[in-house]
């Protein structure tokens, strides 16, 4: 269930959460999440957890859009939903720009994202097309399953003032908005988009 262009239910119902830092800027350990489209677009992408191939891949994608946004005064924010495999993370630069961490999964719970069930997980990895077509792209792109690995992640794309462009919530694990999708969500020329 996504939420419909131009709505800030997503922004109202997570403005408040505290995140902690990571990597961002000023002197501040913890963050509230509204800040974030104060004063600029954002792109929020929420990372199922540091160690899936998957996650580390679609980090990797992203990356290479991100002197676009930059350029456009987009702000790029990674939010994991625990420490668990950050260090390997951080330490191989998966992801490239602002970096919080979700104690307790605050976000999921607010905004009800799927957790999938030990079935659906087992069908996932080894029946589904999308995962599987996603692992065959990112096979070079080392991982492992360590921590949370049947929660679902999303990619929330919000105009300044928290106004949403693009709610793209995980159906799969191999489920993942394009760097086309999210350019085109903020009005920029998506034509060179990988």
Known sequence: MGTEKGSRAVADAIKDIE????????DST????????EDQPVVIHLLRRFGCQLCRGQSVKMAK??????????RVIGIGLEKFGMEEFEEK?????????????KIHNALALTKVGWVGTFM???????????AEKTKDTPG???????????????????EMLLDHRQKDFGDQPTNAEILEALGLDSSQAN
């Open 30 to 37: 913890s963050v509230k999440l509204g800040s974030f489209w």
């Open 144 to 162: 492992n399953f360590q921590g949370d690995g049947r929660q679902l992640g999303a990619t929330f794309v919000m105009a300044k003032g928290g």
């Open 124 to 134: 996932m990895l080894f029946a589904n097309k999308s995962v599987k077509e996603a």
């Open 19 to 26: 995140l902690e830092k990571i990597r961002g800027p000023g």
């Open 93 to 105: 630069k998966y992801w490239k720009s602002e970096l919080y961490i979700d104690n307790g999964k």
């Open 65 to 74: 859009m991100l002197p676009q946004l930059e350029a456009n005064n987009v």
